[in-house]
């Protein structure tokens, strides 16, 4: 398999990209988030997945949205510098 360190979308399928981002926003938050119709009027993955194969415009939007709340999870899953900091005890 080709590794392909400045293609963070490598090997991710558009299934997973949307079944991922609807269990951490909820349709609801999606539909705010990326305005598109397939996201609020009936919404399922089936039917947003042939939406999205077929409007790139609206996949671009999709796989921008995936690939920010991977990087916030991956920052939000890093250590904190200051974890190991001890306050002085003031008298």
């Known amino acids: 398999m080709n590794n392909q360190p400045n293609n963070p979308l490598h090997g991710v399928t558009l299934q997973t990209i949307v079944t991922e981002l609807v269990e951490h926003y909820g349709w609801q938050r999606l539909s705010m988030k990326v305005n598109i119709n397939c996201f609020k009027s009936d ?7 042939k939406f999205l194969r077929k409007t790139d415009w ?3 939007k ?3 949205l995936y ?3 991977k990087d916030k999870q991956e920052f939000d899953n890093e250590p904190s ?3 190991n900091f001890k306050k002085k005890e003031t008298n």
Do not use: G, Q, T
Request: aromatic fraction near 6%.
């Open 43 to 49: 919404p399922s993955i089936k039917s947003s997945l």
């Open 58 to 60: 609206a996949r671009e």
């Open 62 to 64: 999709v796989e921008r």
């Open 67 to 69: 690939i920010k709340m």
């Open 81 to 83: 510098p200051w974890a």
